[in-house]
């Protein structure tokens, strides 16, 4: 704790609050004054201060058990108005549920945000593999399709960071050579498909292509994700580009009454 | 902007990050920095800093069009983890399905957030009466049905708070009497039904009933909203609350393996 003081000394109040907000995940809904201090490295009464301040705004709240705190409705009602959330997730899936109508397979959708792949929506199939991905949930760039795509599309200020980052292997299967990688990237541009093979999870492989705003910018990536060995991983390319292609139709017309979707990559 | 800075002195840099966040909403969800200064009343510099944090962390984004902000993913992340935000609609939604496959009205789902009923979901009934409600939108809750469900269940302090604000007439029909409002609140105690005929909108009314947690809590209100003059409201309540009733059972399943929904009323 004394440590964490250090850590935060002349850093904004902001970058405290969010850092709380960002405690919270998928796997740590519900946390104490306690976790959050120890997770933040924030000494217990600033933690307490902020906890407070977010519980009388709404973003945090306390649970019914007394004992912790939670995301609160407020933040969900703000995050329902985030375009690249709740609005293209709408938009794609009902080309989601075509695609895993004609392959059976698990269906994912995911955004750039930051340096990792953030999962909109998934539809799991029925006896389809077991994936890490859930809604919500991230993943990195350069071991996954939708990473891929959207890798392949961003500006090329992020592959430098990534690549200045190392490429951390996660399988034998795992793209760690840069130029293997910069490759690799360079055939989804040019074929509107991207490929991933075990480089994730063993047994587990992921085809995926772009869907496109209206003034051409990359904003999402549909994925089917299935069981290593069912076959040519490419014999689905062209149902993925198609449900990808359809979606970018609808999307392009949700812009042309709502404005565009894309993100402004000023970094 | 000069009267902004003294309304905004000896407040918190917290608030002042939500005031900006607070600014967007359904009907604005892409502001430029002129408009977010405007509407918060802080100075553009403040606003401009605030807003260059905000984006760095995620919870705003630069538009596509590059002139405005909107609301992160970051923000989408986040909130889909609010227990009483994606969880309850995802437990409720079926159980809103049955009620609309029913009766062929609007149906809407609302949790008590602060002093307003917010609307987690609504299903728009084909030739339904057009509703003033929609999903991450707020209505008073001394008009509506679900309003009247959820105030009826709140601490006594809430009641006590908005009678002390005065009760705003919406319609001729609006109740405005505090006794009036704590006898109709009695009433759906007892019967777990709630009623509200043109009190928030001339030609709408709407039926409620509470959706009940594990500890008895009760954390949300299902309603059915229709035209006035289409038969007797009365007719609508057993379906309404039988619906609740189901939604509560599947609550309280859910939170024996996810913990409690309910929130603890500590103000």
């Avoid at 609050?17 to 919270?24: E, G, N, P, Q, S």
């Avoid at 919500?136 to 960071?161: D, F, I, M, N, W």
């Avoid at 772009?210 to 062209?238: F, I, K, M, Q």
């Amino acid at each position: 704790m004394a440590g964490g003081s250090t850590r935060w000394q002349g850093r904004s109040v902001i970058s405290k609050a969010v850092a709380l907000l960002d405690a919270f995940g998928p796997s740590t809904p519900e946390l104490s004054l306690g976790d959050l201090a120890r997770i933040t490295g924030l000494p217990v009464s600033t933690t307490y201060r902020l906890a407070t301040e977010l519980v009388e705004w709404g973003g945090l709240e306390r649970a019914g058990s007394g004992t912790g705190y939670r995301i609160g409705v407020r933040l969900w009602e703000l995050g329902v108005l985030a375009p690249r959330g709740a609005t293209l997730r709408e938009v794609a899936l009902p080309h989601m549920q075509d695609l895993y109508q004609a392959t059976r397979e698990n269906v994912h959708l995911a955004v750039l945000d930051g340096r990792e792949a953030l999962y909109l929506d998934t539809i799991a199939g029925r006896g389809a593999v077991p994936v890490r991905s859930r809604r919500g949930g991230r993943l990195p760039l350069h071991a996954t399709g939708v990473g891929k795509v959207l890798l392949a599309h961003a500006p090329e200020s992020l592959l430098h960071e990534i690549l200045d980052a190392g490429l951390r292997r996660y399988t034998a299967h795992t793209v760690v050579a840069p130029g293997h990688l910069r490759r690799a990237l360079a055939e989804t541009r040019r074929t509107g498909i991207a490929y991933a093979r075990e480089e994730m999870s063993l047994g587990s492989q992921s085809v995926a292509s772009p869907v496109t705003g209206s003034d051409g910018t990359v904003v999402a990536a549909l994925a089917v994700v299935l069981r290593s060995g069912r076959g040519d991983l490419r014999r689905l390319g062209p149902a993925v580009r198609t449900a990808a292609i359809a979606a970018s139709r609808s999307l392009q017309e949700r812009e042309r009454l709502a404005g565009p979707l894309a993100v402004r990559h000023s970094r």
